[in-house]
């Protein structure tokens, strides 16, 4: 049973044009939320994350939105860059209160991105 | 500022050996969380040590153990090895043991053959 999911395994990006990954999660105790890029041969790298007191949160190019009602969070980059081209990684945290969740982080299967010069 | 480091990066076993793997976390750190991702999945969280203690498990088999050292750092130890464990390992630090911001290293390819 996937408790986070990104239903797109790859999406292709024009150079310049916004790129949008998408994450759905199914436990209502997750609670915070991070975005990791993957390249091949290294670890995830943290992005951006987002408490879910917010509905959004920015860092430069990059934007996560989330909401809660639909258990929907989404990743967008503006403008995208070649090297964006990366496998895209969604997770969540239960941090409050402290429960079977709290210690880890549930990660998705991951989006890989190609941004197209 | 050293990030989280791992070794080895890459290891052949032989099915039913052991094995060890070991994680240093960045400075500053003191929680050490383990995952294993295996092709085309997501990483799947093992356990996490704080403190020296394991503070939480995910859904392995007790063939997987661990240890966190006084220094913070730790070790991920697999017996009885099975062709099905060949996977990436992934080592996460964080300060605390709140995942507000996990730091993972480059990992550890682990191939059983």
């Known amino acids: 049973d996937q408790q986070v999911k990104q239903n797109s395994p790859s999406l292709s990006v024009q150079e310049g044009r916004i790129s949008i990954l998408n994450c759905d999660y199914t436990?209502?105790?997750?609670?915070?939320f991070l975005w990791y890029k993957k390249y091949p041969a290294e670890g995830p790298t943290f992005l951006i994350s987002i408490s879910s007191i917010k509905d959004k949160n920015e860092d430069g190019r990059f934007t996560v939105f989330l909401n809660k009602s639909a258990k929907h969070l989404s990743l967008h980059i503006v403008p995208s860059q070649p090297g964006d081209s990366a496998v895209y990684f969604c997770a969540a945290s239960a941090l409050f209160p402290s429960g079977a969740g709290s210690y880890q982080l549930t990660f998705g299967k991951g989006t890989k991105l190609s941004v197209i010069p | 500022d050293a990030g989280v480091t791992q070794s080895p990066t890459h290891l052949i076993k032989t099915r039913g050996q052991q094995v060890t793997l070991r994680c240093s976390p960045k400075?500053?750190?003191?929680?050490v969380s383990w995952y294993q991702q295996a092709l085309g999945q997501g990483p799947q969280f093992i356990f996490q040590?704080?403190?020296?203690?394991?503070?939480q498990r995910g859904n392995f088999p007790d063939r997987f153990s661990g240890h966190q050292f006084p220094n913070y750092s730790s070790e991920l130890n697999v017996n009885a090895l099975l062709l099905g464990d060949s996977a990436l390992y992934l080592c996460a630090s964080s300060l605390g043991h709140l995942n507000t911001e996990a730091f993972f290293g480059q990992g550890t390819r682990l191939t059983v053959v």
């Open positions: 436990n209502s105790m997750f609670d915070y």
């Open positions: 040590y704080y403190e020296e203690e394991e503070r």
């Open positions: 400075s500053g750190h003191d929680t």
